[in-house]
């Protein structure tokens, strides 16, 4: 596996969020390999604990929005979890998609595209500590290192991060509204992530440009049309987050609005 969170061989590089979830239901198999055929070089995921402590890839708090079920994800089993149907919200031919385990993905996707973990913390810290400790166990169980990103919105899960093993790349997700007690400065230095990942409507250039300064890399979702690429790629990000990377790699003709900055920067996207 080449794929480099640190030193990546593109600029920018297309992370699938949630897999491809535009075409395929969120953070299931069928996503991450959608997400594969469209050439996507990393996938985004999200995870949670189940009660009985696996970790489940799952974006929300409850199973309600994306599953035929109820409940809270960490109040179920993975066999509970396991039952539930979680495509069929989406089309009824990804009615067999199960909620994935993290050691499942690590089984069937591998190395072939870089995987971002995103764990998940809108619960306590505790529990998003817990969700990192399990993570780590899989990323060593799969010799993952090399290609995982681990990313959160909370500030200690990354410092954790840092120090249960400092070579697995970090991304600390930024949030005025999450963060809010602390600027991006005071972010980077609490943290020490190699990427500093934020909503796109959050992004200015000379934030851009000042983390680009002190080598730190820059990340932004959820970019889906023409318009918002345009603009961050202007921004000069490093990672774009889209639900739909095939739609992405198709707006090649978008070469010529962007191809000053394109020419200024380096980048080689869209050639
Ligand atoms: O990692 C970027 C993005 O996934 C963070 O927000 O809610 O989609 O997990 P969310
Ligand atoms: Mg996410």
């Known amino acids: 596996m080449s794929f480099s969170w640190l030193k990546p061989s593109k600029h920018p590089i297309i992370v699938a969020h949630r897999g491809s979830s535009a075409l395929a239901p969120e953070n299931t198999l069928a996503s991450f390999r959608q997400a594969i055929a469209d050439g996507a070089d990393a996938i985004e995921l999200d995870v949670r604990l189940s ?11 409850r199973v309600d929005r994306t599953t035929n079920g109820s409940g809270l994800v960490k ?12 495509g069929g919200w989406f089309h009824r031919r990804f009615s067999g998609e199960t909620i994935p385990t993290l050691d499942e ?3 069937v996707i591998g190395g072939r595209v870089g995987i971002n973990i995103e764990i998940k913390a809108d619960d306590r810290h505790e529990k998003a500590l817990n969700i990192l400790e399990r993570g780590i166990e899989l990323i ?12 959160s919105f909370d500030d200690m899960v990354i410092r954790q991060a ?3 093993q400092p070579e697995i790349a970090t991304g600390i997700l930024y949030s005025p509204l999450k963060n809010f007690r602390l600027s991006i400065h005071q972010l980077m230095k609490r943290t ?5 990942i934020s909503a796109r409507s959050y992004l200015k250039r000379i934030i851009v440009s000042n ?4 080598n730190i890399k820059v990340g932004t979702y959820t970019i889906n049309d023409e318009l918002s690429l345009i603009r961050v790629m202007k921004k000069g990000v490093d990672f774009i987050y889209s639900d739909n990377p095939a739609k992405i790699f198709n707006m090649r003709h978008l070469k010529n609005k962007i191809g000053v900055m394109v020419s200024l920067s380096n980048h080689d996207f869209l050639t």
Request: cysteine-free.
């Open 105 to 107: 993905v690590f089984e």
């Open 51 to 61: 009660k009985d402590n696996e970790v489940v890839v799952f974006h929300d708090r």
């Open 75 to 86: 109040d179920l089993t993975l066999f509970e979890l396991k039952k539930l149907n979680a």
């Open 162 to 164: 840092k120090i249960l």
């Open 211 to 214: 983390l680009h300064e002190k």
């Open 192 to 196: 020490n992530a190699h990427i500093f």
């Open 140 to 151: 060593n169980k799969h010799q993952a290192a090399d290609f995982v990103l681990i990313s």
